[in-house]
């Protein structure tokens, strides 16, 4: 199946420090979207961007969506070590009943 | 609101059986469900797409026969591994939409462990 291009696989960084991951893709998509999970449970959704060039915050989340509607980034702020996690950015075609195509993941560890 | 349950949360069953995975939204109707799995270290793949009433359209490469999806009301989908093989062992989560929100609500997911 398809998936996103998402960077970094993996990141470690010590607490207070800030993060940025993006997600690229060859195919349009209306809706981006940005995930957390966390081990043994389904993901949680952090942020959803709904028009081209949208910046959008949640605490100390904000995304954004790509102007050209192919890519996504997201910024974590002043991290805590409650933030380890993995991120998934997701691509939406239609919002709502179509499904969505996830990235990798990105593997966030913060050192205390 | 929006909450969304799956049963089992995990199930190890021995290979050459059959195991059922239930998908419920427990405050809301689910015009569509999805099923995601997801094996170790990797991002969620879809498996199948489920609107209520009608038969669920699946992905390339996930066999329809070995993987049977049911959604017989707004508010169940059922999700059965048929003869069960080792390498079905995965993590298995679902996702509902409302019909009139843009979210998709994700359920905790299923750990299937098949010996």
């Known amino acids: 199946g398809q998936q996103l291009n998402q960077s970094p696989q993996s990141m470690f960084i010590q607490e207070g420090e800030d993060v940025s991951m993006n997600c690229t893709s060859s195919?349009?998509?209306?809706?981006w979207l940005w995930y957390k999970q966390d081990p043994g449970e389904g993901p949680v959704l952090l942020i959803a961007?709904?028009?081209?060039?949208e910046l959008t915050s949640n605490g100390r989340l904000t995304a954004q969506f790509g102007i050209t509607r192919k890519d996504s980034f997201l910024n974590i702020s002043a991290s805590i070590p409650s933030d380890v996690g993995i991120y998934f950015c997701?691509?939406?075609?239609?919002?709502?009943?179509?499904?969505?195509?996830f990235g990798k993941g990105t593997r966030l560890s913060v050192i205390a | 609101g929006a909450v969304v349950s799956q049963h089992p949360s995990w199930v190890i069953c021995k290979s050459g059986t059959s195991v059922k995975i239930e998908c419920r939204s427990l405050?809301?109707?689910?015009?569509?469900m999805f099923w995601y799995r997801q094996f170790p270290k990797q991002s969620l793949m879809l498996m199948a797409t489920?609107?209520?009433?009608?038969?669920?359209?699946?992905e390339q490469g996930v066999e329809k026969d070995k993987f049977l999806i049911n959604h017989a009301s707004l508010t169940l989908s059922t999700l059965t591994v048929t003869s069960a093989h080792p390498e079905d062992s995965s993590f298995y989560i679902c996702?509902?939409?409302?019909?009139?929100?843009?979210?998709?609500?994700f359920g905790p997911g299923t750990r299937l462990t098949v010996t």
């Open positions: 997701a691509g939406q075609m239609n919002s709502g009943n179509t499904p969505l195509v």
């Open positions: 489920s609107n209520e009433g009608s038969k669920a359209t699946y």
């Open positions: 405050d809301f109707q689910a015009t569509t």
């Open positions: 996702s509902a939409w409302t019909g009139s929100s843009y979210e998709q609500y």
């Open positions: 961007l709904y028009k081209a060039g």
């Open positions: 195919s349009i998509f209306n809706t």
